[in-house]
């Protein structure tokens, strides 16, 4: 009997202090970066908190989702620059990868100096979507930070 009142006890402590600390609004949104309209499936990853060109202002890289499965709107992928110059997030750069045919959900999104000159690379995995008869299976793009200047 006496372990079920500990235990009781310890369970109304923990819900009572997960609701007290739900309650609170530690994060303030700053602001809302609108994605491109033909990306209605929404991002599939983004790499932030970044400055590759070295000009003294953030970064933030995001790739588009396939998931509506709508061609030439989310089964494109796409590749976005967006940088904060103080007075908010505006997009400087973006291409689409149409060479690909397709995409499918979920792409992969990373960054590395994988040839070793100093200056990042991002790296980006569209998914394999062959259903929409894309035949290129084996897919890795690889931009150097120095061409989005």
Known sequence: MRKLKVTFLIL???????ALFAQTD??????????????IG??????????????GFKEIYSVNNDWSDVAGKDWTPRIHKYENSGSGWVEVWGT???????????????????????????IFGPVNNGGAGDSI????VVYEYSVFR
């Open 26 to 39: 530690l994060f303030k949104r700053s602001a809302i970066i609108p994605v491109d309209s033909n990306d």
């Open 42 to 55: 929404g991002i599939g990853g983004v790499i932030t908190g970044v400055d590759f060109d070295g000009d």
């Open 12 to 18: 109304v402590t923990m819900f009572l202090t997960s």
């Open 137 to 140: 299976y084996t897919r890795l």
């Open 96 to 122: 689409e990868l149409t060479f690909l045919g397709a995409q499918n959900t979920w792409p992969a999104l990373t960054y590395g100096d994988w040839d070793g000159d100093g200056k990042m690379e991002i």
